[in-house]
């Protein structure tokens, strides 16, 4: 009777865990193995509001989430190690002196808790242990995408569908769609562009965002302008696409083919890489015919999609087998 009384409560409790699991997945939660029935009885109602351990492992001072070596005061008020040598060894609570008193009860704590990565309402739906998630996060496929505005240092993070609106609201972008462009390039004092940014253009094909960047910039000591395009979606999916971009006048041209680089890269990333269709000014301003006073390109180009069985590919997992 007994035995099988345990038996029933350890069933239970491993149902209750269950399903515990479920309902705090996108919460903080216990892992079910380190939750023995003796530490879960003294620790749950400690955690039943899921929330207040968040907040003990967050740091008082910058709010950060707080590693080993977590420290405390001798009235037990809790910094992070950055914040530590930043206090000048005086609590930034209780004004009283530090010490180097660890706190190895929340650290303990810490390393029992499992938590959903930080972009699960961007879709990710892992679940990790409290200190892999910070390096977890930081390789995260769902991790939010840097505005790929060039012009300015702009702060604006979000999914692909937030940054196309931001691009189309905030900086005016222009949005083509279709897969072939041509688009031209005017400035009427090709001297004065070191180093401007120009305008970004955005085309949408294959279901996909691209953005087609154009500037001046310095190459050594000579002056040149850059064409590249970025895909707006990871390296992996930016491998599925080609694109061609070609300028040129009076019987000459220059083309470049390549493969677009994921907008994870920093336009300046890319360029300082050389990675587009890069133009001598002396070049471009003969393309631009004239009297090599305006700045006169004209860059058409075509983006497509690779045939996922056309090369080597194919014949790899046979080769592997
Ligand atoms: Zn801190
Ligand atoms: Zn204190
Ligand atoms: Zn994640
Ligand atoms: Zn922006």
């Not at 222009?174 to 001297?191: A, C, E, I, L, Q």
Request: aromatic fraction near 10%; hydrophobic fraction near 35%.
């Amino acid at each position: 009777m007994e035995i099988d009384g345990i038996d029933c409560v350890s069933t239970s409790d491993g149902i209750y865990e269950e399903e515990i699991h479920h309902q705090h997945r996108h919460r903080l939660q216990f892992s079910a193995s380190s939750a023995k029935p003796t530490t879960n009885n003294a620790v749950s109602p400690a955690i039943s509001p899921a929330t207040s351990v968040h907040e003990l492992l967050e740091c008082s001072v910058c709010t950060n989430s707080m590693y080993p070596p977590i420290h405390q005061c001798l009235n037990g008020h809790t910094l992070c190690s950055t914040c530590k040598l930043r206090v000048n060894n005086r609590c930034p609570t209780c004004r009283h002196e530090l010490g180097d008193i660890r706190c190895l009860a929340l650290e303990k704590v810490a390393e029992s808790l499992e938590l959903p990565c930080k972009y699960c309402s961007l879709g990710c739906m892992e679940i990790f242990p409290y200190y892999s998630k910070l390096k977890h996060e930081v390789q995260c496929n769902f991790r939010p995408y840097n505005c790929p505005y060039a012009g300015s240092e702009c702060p604006v993070v979000g999914d692909i569908p937030f940054l196309i609106d931001h691009l189309r609201n905030d900086h005016k972008v222009d949005m083509h769609t279709g897969s072939t462009f041509n688009h031209r390039y005017v400035k009427s004092n090709p001297r004065e562009v070191e180093n401007a940014t120009w305008m970004l253009t955005v085309f949408f094909c294959f279901g996909h965002y691209f953005c087609l960047h154009f500037e001046a910039f310095q190459l050594g000591m000579a002056p040149v302008y850059i064409a590249f395009l970025r895909f707006m979606g990871d390296e992996v999916e930016a491998g599925n696409f080609s694109y061609s971009l070609e300028v040129g006048a009076n019987g000459r041209k220059l083309t470049w083919e390549g493969t677009p680089r994921s907008i994870r890269d920093s336009h300046r990333k890319v360029r300082d890489s050389h990675d587009g269709l890069i133009i001598q000014r002396n070049m471009a301003l003969f393309f631009s015919g004239g009297d090599r006073k305006e700045l006169k390109l004209r860059v058409t180009g075509r983006i497509w999609k690779e045939q996922p069985n056309s090369d080597a590919g194919v014949y790899i997992p046979n080769l592997c087998i």
